[in-house]
């Protein structure tokens, strides 16, 4: 079988029954009227690859794979991570076709037929060179779920192995209501801690409510926990060496001194707290909270969380580890963007084979 190249890379295979053939096993290329057929640029260098397909020049002159894919990439910027995507899925015995923005390729499920089967994912080919991009993926997570679609992200590291990512937009939730203290508790206030003496409110927070870590008969609070208490009512602060009383506005100027993503994670906290969940330091797995459904006592976490502004860029291998060790202690990771007014996105991405 084979097909003339045009300038932009795709080819052309004019003959009705080498065109037929060629769509026939695997839907490759768009059949045109007079049942030519037009392959794109990622099929045409595929089939060229696999021996499946002969390309030449207008002239008929043969044109090699090497040369095939050197043109492609020469026309199309970033062909060639797009390319190792678009070869390991149809390794994978999937049906894959180009798309057009706001994703590189649409899916269909194995053994679908095309056009008459709905396609199940849409992938994003990215380099591990290339940035994170938080709001990018906020708006195809959410065109995705519009669409009825599973959004993959189809990563290409340096050595050009492929790890791929389910993003999701999800509602984290958990089954502890809350259950406001009768008085605000007494807190005092010691450079990044807060200690609760009060046996009543040692109990209540600590125990029913799992703030805090109980230590003796005292309760240590972390600074957010405090903030999130103090600015619901629920705790009145004192400085520890004076005993004069800590507005709840010098204790946020203290805490983002200390931490300039302070109000970032307060407003994913609170949200989290407000969805009924249990929140606690993720410090041991690199984390800012692992959230439970329950009281710590009674349940596992189930969701590690990354708060951050919702503009948020960050590197690759970053969210390449991060996602990895939440799944090796069989967690959810999930990334909490902050946007105007303390609003609290989610984002979950989970490592999967497709």
């Known amino acids: 079988m084979s097909g003339r190249v045009l300038p932009d890379a795709t080819v052309q295979v004019d003959d009705p029954a080498e065109a037929s053939g060629i769509y026939g096993k695997g839907y490759f290329g768009e059949p045109e009227r007079g049942g030519s057929l037009r392959l794109d640029r990622y099929e045409a260098v595929y089939l060229s690859e696999m021996e499946r397909a002969a390309v030449v020049e207008g002239s008929g002159r043969p044109i090699a794979w090497p040369a095939l894919f050197r043109r492609a990439v020469r ?75 599973q959004l993959l992200l189809a990563v290409v590291d340096e050595e050009s192995d492929l790890t791929y990512y389910r993003v999701r937009r999800p509602s984290p939730h958990g089954a502890l ?21 009060d046996p009543s409110a040692v109990d209540t ?32 602060l004192r400085e ?6 800590v507005p709840f506005e010098r204790l946020a100027q203290r805490a ?46 189930r969701y590690l969380v990354q708060a951050v502004p919702e503009a948020h860029t960050s590197r690759w291998p970053q969210v390449a580890g991060a996602v990895r060790v939440a799944q090796g202690v069989r967690k959810e990771y999930l990334i909490a963007g902050v946007g105007a007014a303390a609003a609290v996105r989610y984002l979950s991405l989970e490592r999967i084979r497709p």
């Open 75 to 149: 026309v199309d910027r970033g062909f060639a991570v797009r390319y190792l995507v678009y070869r390991d899925l149809r390794q994978r015995g999937y049906v894959v076709r180009a798309s057009a923005p706001p994703v590189d390729f649409t899916v269909l499920p194995r053994g679908g037929v095309l056009h008459k089967t709905p396609s199940r994912f849409w992938i994003e080919a990215r380099s591990e060179r290339e940035p994170f991009e938080l709001g990018r993926l906020f708006d195809l997570a959410d065109r995705a779920q519009s669409a009825k679609k």
């Open 256 to 301: 983002r001194r200390l931490d300039p993503g302070f109000d970032e994670r307060l407003a994913a906290y609170r949200d989290l707290r407000a969805r009924e969940l249990v929140v606690k330091t993720g410090f041991k797995y690199g984390a800012h909270f692992r959230a439970y459904p329950r009281n710590p006592e009674h349940a596992h976490a």
């Open 177 to 197: 209501p809350p259950h406001p203290l009768p008085a605000a508790a007494e807190g005092w206030l010691s450079t990044d801690r807060v200690t609760v003496h």
């Open 205 to 236: 927070l600590g125990r029913t409510l799992a703030y805090g870590s109980p230590i003796g008969h005292r309760l240590e609070l972390s600074l957010l926990e405090a903030a999130y208490l103090a600015s619901s009512g629920q705790l009145a």
């Open 240 to 245: 520890a060496p004076t005993g004069r009383p």
